[in-house]
C-alpha cells in the first residue's frame, strides 16, 4: 500500500503544541464557578488540553476596589498561537459576563495569557510574557506552584520571575493567602 492511514488523532498529534500558562481571577458572583466554567471552556478549545491547574489563592484587591479576588494559573497545552489564544480568552471572559468599564474594575472572570512557549510579542493588542507578572504576587505564586509539578520542556521556559525573597515579600505586601482546595 501507499502507507498507513492517518487517522484524526494522528493528524492531531502531527500539530505543534506550545505550553501556555493562563492567569485566572475574579472578584465577582460565583467566582469558583466562573473559574471552573473558563476551564471547562478552554479544555474545549481547539487543539487544546489542560496540562496542569494551580491551587486556589485568596488575594486583596491590588489597585481595584470590592471584595478578595480568588486567583488561579492553569497551564496549557495548545495548538492556538498567541494572538488566537488571547481572543479565545477574552470570549470565555465575555461569556461570563466580563465588564470593563474602568481599569482594573471588579470582575466576573479575568483571564491573562501570561506566557506562551518561548514567544516574546510587544503589540498594541497583546504582551507576552505578561508585563506585570513578576510583581503580582496573585500571579507569581499559583504559577511557581504549579510549575513545580510540570516536566521541564525546553521550548517552554519559566519566564523570568523575581528570587524567593522577593516573592515573599510581595506575598506579604499584597495580601495573598493560598486556600487548601483547587478548581
Same mark, same amino acid.
Given at each position: 500500500g501507499w502507507?498507513?492511514?492517518?487517522? /484524526?488523532?494522528? #493528524? $492531531?498529534? =502531527?500539530?505543534?503544541?506550545?505550553?501556555?500558562c493562563i492567569g485566572m481571577g475574579g472578584n465577582l458572583g +460565583?467566582?469558583?464557578?466562573?473559574?471552573?466554567?473558563?476551564?471547562?471552556?478552554?479544555?474545549?478549545? /481547539?487543539?487544546? #488540553? $489542560?496540562? =496542569?491547574?494551580?491551587?486556589?489563592?485568596?488575594?486583596?484587591?491590588?489597585?481595584?476596589?470590592?471584595? +478578595?479576588?480568588?486567583?488561579?494559573v492553569a497551564v496549557l497545552q495548545t495548538a492556538l498561537g498567541p494572538q488566537e489564544l488571547l481572543g479565545a480568552l477574552h470570549a470565555i471572559e465575555?461569556?461570563?459576563?466580563?465588564?470593563?468599564?474602568?481599569?482594573?474594575?471588579?470582575?466576573?472572570?479575568?483571564?491573562?495569557?501570561?506566557?506562551?512557549?518561548?514567544?516574546?510579542?510587544?503589540s498594541s493588542t497583546l504582551t507576552v510574557p505578561h508585563p506585570r507578572l513578576t510583581g503580582r504576587a496573585f500571579v507569581l505564586e499559583p504559577l511557581m506552584a504549579?510549575?513545580?509539578?510540570?516536566?521541564?520542556?525546553?521550548?517552554?521556559p519559566l519566564p523570568d520571575v523575581p528570587c524567593a525573597a522577593d516573592r515573599v515579600r510581595l506575598v506579604q505586601d499584597q495580601g495573598v493567602v493560598r486556600l487548601s482546595e483547587t478548581l
Open positions: 502507507g498507513r492511514r492517518v487517522t /484524526p488523532s494522528d #493528524a $492531531l498529534a =502531527a500539530v505543534p503544541r506550545f505550553r501556555a +460565583d467566582v469558583r464557578a466562573h473559574l471552573r466554567g473558563a476551564l471547562t471552556r478552554l479544555q474545549a478549545l /481547539p487543539g487544546t #488540553a $489542560l496540562e =496542569a491547574i494551580s491551587p486556589l489563592y485568596q488575594t486583596r484587591p491590588l489597585a481595584s476596589t470590592g471584595p +478578595d479576588y480568588l486567583n488561579a465575555a461569556q461570563c459576563d466580563r465588564q470593563r468599564p474602568y481599569l482594573n474594575a471588579p470582575r466576573t472572570l479575568d483571564l491573562d495569557l501570561l506566557c506562551h512557549g518561548t514567544a516574546v510579542r510587544h504549579v510549575w513545580s509539578t510540570l516536566a521541564a520542556d525546553p521550548f517552554a
